[in-house]
């Protein structure tokens, strides 16, 4: 059974903290994701990579930075968490024929 | 760039009854893959259906099926006798280019909440 597990469902942090959000893939793929989702939003890439060590920003990569030392870890940073980064964070690995994407469970973040 | 367009904020459906998802999209690729994926209030993102651009028939799973209109860019989903537990957030999404790369990344639209009455 694939597995996309990111470390926490819900998190909270105050305003100024460094954050990790961590998830791990046992589908052995190169390429993974990070998108946030929002109400009336839906989701927005933030960052991708593509393989160890290669990262390449997505369409909102302000306030964030990523992490991939190991084929199987891509991890999300908010290197000074704000208000406005109060969301869902969902993380994505490739898996099938139509190379759709595979998604973890998602980490709701809320910082206060 | 692309664009992913999804015009109902909400829908709603007898149970029993077929209802149609709208999707509309905007891109300069050639080749591209189109996506639907179900949220359930429970959070995780399930893949549904897929159609690629040049497939000439439309994408059919169980009880969806996409209705692909390559000239009017068009890619709504049609779930058939809708059940309770269709209750669900459902997003349209696209990936351009080939394959390999960066051309994996999807654009979402901003999802349809499609809710299944008794």
């Known amino acids: 059974d694939v597995k996309v597990t990111q470390s926490s469902r819900y998190l909270v942090k105050r305003t100024g903290e460094k954050v990790f959000l961590e998830c791990v893939q046992d589908m052995d793929h190169e390429n993974m994701f990070w998108y946030r989702q929002d109400p009336g939003l839906g989701l927005r890439l933030i960052y991708f990579s593509y393989d160890v060590k290669m990262k390449e920003k997505g369409d909102i990569p302000e306030g964030y930075s990523v992490s991939r030392e190991k084929k199987e870890r891509f991890s999300l940073i908010l290197e000074s968490a704000s208000t406005n980064q109060t969301s869902m964070y969902l993380c994505?690995?490739?898996?099938?024929?139509?190379?759709?994407?595979?998604f973890g469970p998602g980490t709701r973040l809320t910082v206060t | 760039a692309q664009k992913i367009t999804q015009t109902q904020p909400g829908m709603f459906v007898q149970e029993k009854e077929a209802v149609t998802l709208d999707c509309t999209y905007d891109?300069?690729?050639?080749?591209?893959?189109l996506f639907w994926y179900k949220q359930p209030s429970s959070g995780e993102m399930i893949f549904l259906i897929y159609?690629?651009?040049?497939?000439?028939q439309n994408a059919t799973e169980g009880r969806y099926s996409l209705n692909f209109q390559k000239a009017r860019k068009s890619a709504n989903l049609v779930i058939s006798a809708s059940q309770l537990g269709d209750s669900a957030m459902y997003f349209c999404?696209?990936?351009?280019?080939?394959?390999?790369?960066?051309?994996?990344?999807?654009?979402f639209g901003k999802g349809t909440l499609l809710t299944v009455n008794p």
């Open positions: 994505a690995t490739i898996l099938g024929a139509s190379y759709e994407q595979y």
């Open positions: 999404a696209m990936r351009g280019g080939n394959s390999g790369g960066s051309n994996y990344k999807l654009t």
């Open positions: 159609q690629g651009s040049y497939d000439e």
């Open positions: 891109t300069s690729d050639q080749s591209y893959g």
